[in-house]
């Protein structure tokens, strides 16, 4: 007797419902890293390098005044706008659920950064500590993400793009693009601030950009568990009916 593998509706429904309920949790570790690095003072991340260059710009009005998340927000959108451009008919119209996953990833940033207002890094060993602790979340958070098989991320997605355009192995455009993202964070140091900024590309950034990349080959052959609980179908409706069942049990009726 065979078994049929195909979902109803309803399956479907809950199946991408928390697919993505796992992908805004993967996100979020994301984020949180990305934070870390900020506050550790020796160098953001690749991803922000630009959008926190751009943004402590603003807040002593040499550019628009927008927040970290805010300008990475604006860089995800020109990232999708990219691919567009670069793939013109090939681009499949999907895709601008990346501009839905660009925000959130934004929003998340200026979530975090308010969250962790409180820390501050006055030595060189809470920096060092700050910085390790945000590309490890980090590293967590990409590789939970990439697992979740969903939306590409608009950092991922334009070198993605490149390579199907130019025959360029992925690895080598996403190392490209990576240098050319922290190129311009240095440009635009020089050019709002007159110097390098070691708090914006530092050694923290060439830690993170080694770092993570290792952790995440070190974690893969341990996320079955990810997978199975990916592959989990949450029964809502069964455990709400439950629920009820014993509120009523607890307080019946006279």
Request: hydrophobic letters at 55%.
């Amino acid at each position: 007797m065979e078994v049929s593998t195909t979902l109803s509706r309803k399956e479907a429904v809950l199946s991408f419902v928390w697919q993505h309920a796992l992908l805004l949790v993967s996100i979020y570790l994301m984020t949180l890293g990305v934070v870390l690095c900020i506050k550790s003072d020796l160098g953001s991340s690749v991803i922000s390098s630009l959008p926190l260059s751009l943004s402590i710009a603003g807040a002593r009005g040499l550019a628009p005044a927008l927040t970290v998340g805010g300008y990475t927000i604006v860089m995800n959108f020109v990232l999708v706008g990219l691919q567009i451009a670069v793939l013109r008919s090939r681009f499949n119209p999907m895709q601008l659920s990346q501009l839905v996953i660009g925000f959130v990833f934004g929003w998340l940033i200026d979530i975090n950064m308010m969250l962790t207002d409180w820390l501050e890094c006055a030595t060189v060993i809470s920096r060092i500590a700050t910085q390790f602790a945000g590309c490890a979340v980090m590293g967590v958070g990409i590789a939970l993400e990439v697992r979740c098989g969903s939306v590409t991320m608009p950092g991922e997605g334009f070198p993605v793009a490149l390579s199907r355009v130019t025959g360029v192995a992925f690895p080598r455009v996403k190392i490209v693009v990576d240098t050319v993202l922290v190129v311009l964070a240095v440009v635009s140091s020089y050019l709002f601030f007159g110097r390098w900024a070691w708090n914006i590309v530092g050694p923290g950034t060439l830690f993170a950009m080694i770092f993570v990349g290792l952790e995440i080959k070190l974690l893969n052959p341990y996320l079955g568990w990810f997978d199975r609980l990916l592959s989990y179908r949450p029964g809502f409706r069964r455990y709400i009916v439950g629920l009820a069942r014993f509120i009523y049990r607890r307080n019946p009726r006279d």
